[in-house]
């Protein structure tokens, strides 16, 4: 993952050109402490790795990594343990808490999806709907929680949605000049009715997504189809009728909110004087 460049962008946002103000105030920058992460609620890891850079390009080399990410942790538990300079882990702590937490957060969301369909042979996916300059981490975290990654851009697959038919002039248009375009990718489409679901059969389509159907459509979908074409349910889903949409046997269910409605996971960092 690239993300040594996000994490020099964000300590330099930090220091906005200047210097820790407080740290260098009140610490001598000379001693030599131990910087213990530590969640504060239950939930699963992401970020560690983001953490350890973030340390190192502040100067910290002396880390023990002690918890994996995609481990599953209670609260209290230690993540990582950090030797070193005061002011180097002060300058650190919240770039890496800021990463982690979120990160965390995402991977324990989706994880809370994943159970809720657990039993069936249905998967989470993700969506585009993430954090500008942020979407590797992110979908990284999805995985880290037991989901799985939708495309990771425009140009890695096709996603025929509303506004492409009607520029087109139809759904079939649409189809038929992507595939033309991209013959070797995964197409894609979006479906509102069962009746253009029937239409964009004829075509066979990698995978149809079914937007904002009901779990009695879903059902029908997935009848209609007879496993020939992979179904997407997306809209209207929450971590209460997740089992009932997985239930019908559509192949995924997209869920956005993993990525831009996670609520970050508290997890703090306390320093203490080497022994």
């Known amino acids: 993952m690239r993300y040594t460049e996000l994490i020099k962008a964000a300590l330099a946002e930090d220091l906005n050109g200047g210097e820790d103000v407080t740290s260098v105030a009140t610490v001598s920058g000379n001693e030599k402490v131990v910087a213990e992460f530590r969640t504060r609620q239950a939930g699963v890891i992401a970020g560690i790795e983001v953490v350890k850079e973030t340390l190192e390009i502040c100067g910290i ?29 002060l300058l650190a702590e919240r770039t890496a808490l800021n990463f982690l937490g979120h990160l965390s957060g995402i991977a324990t969301l ?17 969506t585009r709907k993430t954090t500008p300059g942020l979407r590797e981490l992110e979908k990284y975290a999805v995985r880290m929680g037991g989901g799985t990654n939708h495309r990771l851009s425009l140009s890695e697959s096709a996603l025929i949605k509303d506004n492409h038919i009607e520029a ?56 209609l ?29 997209a869920v956005g909110a993993l990525t831009h409605s996670a609520p970050v996971m508290d997890i703090g960092l306390d320093l203490k004087a080497e022994i």
């Open 225 to 253: 189809v007879q496993g020939k074409i992979k179904l997407e349910a997306s809209g209207g889903l929450s971590l209460t009728n997740a089992k009932k949409y997985a239930a019908t046997g559509v192949d995924y269910l």
């Open 110 to 126: 989706t994880h809370a999806w994943v159970e809720a369909v657990a039993g069936t042979q249905t998967k989470i996916r993700d």
């Open 168 to 223: 087109a002039g139809g759904l079939t248009q649409a189809f038929t000049r992507v595939r033309q375009a991209y013959p070797n990718l995964e197409v894609e489409v979006e479906v509102d009715t069962l009746e253009q679901l029937r239409e964009v059969m004829a075509l066979s389509p990698d995978l149809v997504l079914l937007d904002n159907m009901s779990v009695e459509q879903c059902a029908q979908a997935v009848s």
């Open 61 to 89: 080399s002396n880390i023990e990594i002690l918890v994996l990410d995609g481990t599953a942790v209670a609260a209290g538990d230690l993540l990582l343990r950090a030797h070193g300079n005061t002011r180097s882990l």
